[in-house]
């Protein structure tokens, strides 16, 4: 079986500080996505790629960047990191048809 | 864009009874409704799915029934299992490629009280 893994697990970073998260999968799926889950929220989707190099936007991506420049990772960047941030960023892949998502562990975000 | 709304928020039951969650979607072109779920500390996992063309799917305890007309989802545990508690994720896309998007809603937080 695959696995997703997310570094860091945990990211403390200043206010305004640009920070990235990366995500690496390995059952060779073409769509990954990144999430962001707050609590009482649910998890708002931020960008996805349906492809290497391929990039769309989610409904939260205002303040965020993304890049797929292999197939197993898609990386995420925090442009300025705001204290209102503070939460667990979700990364998932899935077959690229309409199967099931695989998600990582998550990545605490905290900004001081 | 596509709105998914799930009630109740959380609930609490004793073990062995049974549950229900629903689920209500806005957008009319979502096809495909996967439900994942979230043990404390643990990372999401997919549970069940159905697609449009679909009126009910049941593995094991779990029962998902769809309306397409009213738009509406509901999932059914039966005979809960300490095991059961955890966040309850419904949710929506239009398919697959650019399709892909998929929109959850706020989650069901169950607890099942042994």
């Known amino acids: 079986g695959g696995i997703i893994t997310q570094t860091p697990k945990f990211l403390i970073g200043q206010e305004g500080q640009k920070l990235t998260l990366k995500c690496q999968q390995n059952?060779?799926?073409?769509?990954m996505y990144w999430y962001r889950q707050d609590s009482g929220k649910g998890l708002r989707l931020i960008y996805y790629?349906?492809?290497?190099?391929?990039?769309q936007k989610g409904d939260l991506s205002e303040g965020y960047d993304a890049s797929r420049e292999k197939k197993s990772s898609f990386s995420l960047t925090v442009t300025s990191a705001q204290k209102n941030e503070m939460a667990v960023f979700l990364c998932?892949?899935?077959?690229?048809?309409?199967?099931?998502?695989?998600f990582g562990e998550g990545s605490k975000l905290t900004v001081l | 864009g596509e709105q998914v709304e799930q009630l109740p928020s959380s609930l609490i039951v004793q073990e062995g009874a049974s549950v229900l969650i629903n689920c209500s979607y806005t957008?009319?072109?979502?096809?495909?409704f996967p439900w994942y779920k979230q043990e404390p500390g643990k990372r999401l996992q997919f549970i069940i799915d159905?697609?449009?063309?679909?009126e009910r799917k049941q593995t094991q305890r779990l029962t998902l029934l769809f309306d397409k007309k009213t738009k509406h989802l509901s999932l059914h545990i039966t005979a809960t299992q300490p095991g059961d508690s955890a966040i309850y994720f419904c949710?929506?896309?239009?398919?697959?490629?650019?399709?892909?998007?998929?929109?959850f809603g706020k989650g069901t937080k169950l607890s099942v009280k042994s």
């Open positions: 059952f060779n799926h073409d769509t």
């Open positions: 957008d009319s072109a979502s096809v495909y």
């Open positions: 790629s349906i492809t290497e190099n391929d990039l």
């Open positions: 949710s929506a896309s239009r398919g697959g490629g650019s399709n892909a998007k998929l929109t």
């Open positions: 159905i697609r449009s063309n679909m």
């Open positions: 998932a892949s899935s077959p690229g048809d309409t199967g099931q998502l695989y």
